[in-house]
T-cell receptor
């Protein structure tokens, strides 16, 4: 069965620090990849997605993610975090043209001023 | 901004009660989903629907049931709530994200946090 691993469960950073959150999946076929973010008290929102093409994708609020097929990874990055980035971040995978999303356990990011 | 609404946001109820969690979307999406999420855990798909009169069970077994009589409405019902049903329930709907229908983007509601005493 497919699975998604997020190795960082809780990350604490100071403002302006760089961020990288790991995401690995276990499926050998073609996949669609997503990062969702959930700010405190708000609903899950799409941060960015990868369907095909350039493996480096840019999302909202300065986030980007790189798909490395050989490593089955889709790590999320941001060069300089802000206090407003405090949230929970979920990586998710779906098979090509499939509807079901498989989520990782999430990473809680806390950014201190 | 997604137009998908869940009510109630919070519900505390006693064991044995029947409850219905409401989910509505105004985007005209055919596909809708229910996920269950426990604290610190991943979201698990419990039900989904491809359209009116279509319902399927998800990957995680659930004692809840769903119905899809109207495109915009996808309620979830627990006939007899138990403490093991305490969790957060998230509703989502989706459209295809690419011209070649490569994949879908799911939009989520704010969730219902259910506590069964």
């Amino acid at each position: 069965a497919q699975s998604v691993s997020q190795h960082n469960h809780h990350v604490i950073l100071s403002e302006a620090a760089s961020l990288e959150l790991g995401c690995n999946y276990s499926y050998g076929g073609t996949v669609n990849l997503f990062w969702y973010v959930q700010y405190p008290g708000q609903h899950l929102q799409l941060l960015l997605k990868y369907f095909s093409g350039d493996p480096l994708v840019k999302g909202i609020k300065g986030f980007e993610a790189e798909f490395i097929k050989s490593k089955f990874s889709f790590n999320l990055r941001k060069p300089s975090v802000q206090w407003s980035d405090t949230a929970e971040y979920f990586c998710a995978v779906s098979l090509l043209r499939a509807d079901k999303l498989i989520f990782g356990t999430g990473t809680r990011l806390q950014v201190f001023p | 901004e997604a137009d998908i609404y869940q009510t109630p946001r919070y519900l505390v109820i006693g064991t044995g009660k029947k409850i219905t969690l409401e989910c509505s979307q105004t985007m005209g999406h055919d596909k809708m989903y229910w996920y269950q999420q426990d604290p610190g855990m991943e979201l698990h798909l419990i039900h989904y629907s491809y359209g009116v009169n279509s319902t399927e069970k998800g990957d995680l077994s659930s004692e809840s049931t769903v119905s899809r009589i109207r495109t915009e409405h996808f309620p979830l019902t627990l006939e007899s709530a138990r403490p093991s049903h305490t969790s957060q329930y998230l509703c989502a709907s989706s459209e295809y994200g690419g011209g070649r229908a490569q994949g879908n983007i799911q939009y989520f509601g704010a969730g219902t946090r259910l506590s069964v005493l």
